[in-house]
DNA sequence: CTGACCTTTCAGTCTTTTCTGAAAACAGGA
DNA sequence: TCCTGTTTTCAGAAAAGACTGAAAGGTCAG
């Protein structure tokens, strides 16, 4: 194996560990990264030295996580795998499966502490603390969920944009009819064009809500 | 201890070995937060039934990730533990510090693998996948380094506008002098105000770079 | 300097997770 | 049907990680 391949793989091992997933499952998924075509279990069990039931196992968890998929080739019995070709698929599906994991399971327990009556000052006060959480962490998630949606050219775009976007959110605020409730928008002196009108009828679905 | 706290300590710790960090690291966090107010380390040692030394563990642990922050109380002789009261500053610490353990050091690996000569075609192609995740992760890191400097009250507004941002592009697009080179903008009609020229120049810094 | 009070360290134990080889299960061809 | 090549399961071995108590190290008041 390469050397530039093997040292990779090494990296996203521990990096794997690092984060929840296993050092075998992170060499797997990054020996099927470099490698870039379908591979069957037993190879990447000797590429990276690890039993065949193990390999077995990390594709099971891999493709759990759909950062895998499974697919046969002609003239061969064997299941190959592959990740996906559109890295911006990978981000997205990263994304969506961390959610489902660990975000949405909290969102779920806190909401439920939120619901119980509190017995007491104390009570109360913790309620508070897990209100501010729970909508901190909704509104992360629907942003993210939201942002996910753009098309891969719309999501680069708003990504090369940067720090300038706050350059954009004060043209939106500057806008008459258009700013948020938070900063109340200082009316134009001159006549206004139709055409922006227009764009400002566009933009009223904000999804602001009461101050908390 | 109220059952609405202990549920979510409980929870918490449960996450947290979903994540890197393990357990009672978790729980401690979660005691922390909750309590809202500053906590010496037999406390926590008593609240959740860990060992003295075991609490003393998982704060070196929170404090190493700047997640609590140390401080005397008058009249008592021991250290005393908190979280950081705004919320925004936690979730600014946490993307610094996982940017700083688990992406910064991948992208030097990537960099350290992109400069090495390719001995044959398959380490070039090797390292073509390499340059497009390097690439998407510095364009994803670095969005977020500078969505991080914003006011807390800016970044809420632009999370709280969700998928909305889009249309905020599409207008940027449509404003002759700003358009992205992919869609060349299409000349208004009508003549066009002073007022507009201004902002075009002001959203001339766009990051835009090359074509992949 | 001493004693009271706190915190940290660390060797050893206990728990959890990972990994393996052997066996079972499965799929398709003859 | 049986045979062959394949994948999955699983009990136990091995490794990694978490946790503890005891001891050492600090710090401060008197």
Same mark, same amino acid.
């Given at each position: 194996?390469?050397?530039?391949?093997?040292?990779?793989?090494?990296?996203?091992?521990?990096?794997?560990?690092?984060?929840?997933?296993?050092?075998?499952?992170?060499?797997?998924?990054?020996?099927?990264?470099?490698?870039?075509?379908?591979?069957?279990?037993?190879?990447?069990?000797?590429?990276?030295?690890? *039993?065949?039931?193990?390999?077995?196992?990390?594709?099971?968890?891999?493709?759990?996580?759909?950062?895998?998929?499974?697919?046969?080739?002609? &003239?061969?019995?064997?299941?190959?795998?592959?990740?996906?070709?559109?890295?911006?698929?990978?981000?997205?599906? $990263?994304?969506?499966?961390?959610?489902?994991?660990? /975000?949405?399971?909290?969102? *779920?327990?806190?909401?439920?502490?939120? $619901?119980?009556?509190?017995?007491?000052?104390?009570?109360?006060?913790?309620?508070?603390?897990?209100?501010?959480?729970?909508?901190?962490?909704?509104? $992360?998630?629907?942003? *993210?969920?939201?942002?996910?949606?753009?098309?891969?050219?719309?999501?680069?775009?708003?990504?090369? $944009?940067?720090? &300038?976007? /706050?350059?954009?959110?004060?043209?939106?605020?500057?806008?008459?009819?258009?700013?948020?409730?938070?900063?109340?928008?200082?009316?134009?002196?001159?006549?206004?064009?139709?055409?922006?009108?227009?764009?400002?009828?566009?933009?009223?679905?904000?999804?602001?809500?009461?101050?908390?």
């Amino acid at each position: 194996m390469s050397p530039l391949a093997d040292a990779f793989i090494r990296h996203f091992g521990e990096m794997g560990s690092r984060w929840g997933i296993n050092r075998t499952v992170g060499q797997i998924y990054a020996l099927l990264y470099v490698s870039g075509r379908p591979l069957p279990a037993d190879e990447i069990a000797e590429a990276l030295g690890f *039993s065949r039931s193990n390999v077995s196992m990390g594709l099971k968890e891999l493709q759990s996580w759909r950062l895998v998929k499974l697919q046969h080739l002609s &003239g061969d019995r064997r299941e190959h795998f592959s990740t996906p070709e559109d890295i911006w698929q990978i981000v997205r599906i $990263l994304a969506e499966e961390r959610r489902r994991r660990e /975000i949405d399971p909290t969102l *779920s327990v806190l909401r439920d502490l939120l $619901l119980m009556k509190p017995g007491n000052e104390d009570e109360r006060a913790i309620q508070g603390r897990l209100q501010e959480m729970h909508d901190l962490i909704e509104l $992360l998630t629907r942003w *993210s969920e939201d942002v996910q949606r753009l098309e891969t050219q719309q999501l680069t775009q708003l990504l090369r $944009l940067g720090g &300038g976007i /706050i350059r954009l959110l004060d043209l939106k605020n500057s806008l008459p009819l258009l700013g948020s409730k938070r900063r109340p928008p200082r009316r134009a002196p001159a006549a206004r064009e139709a055409d922006e009108e227009d764009l400002a009828e566009d933009f009223s679905e904000d999804r602001s809500e009461a101050e908390p």
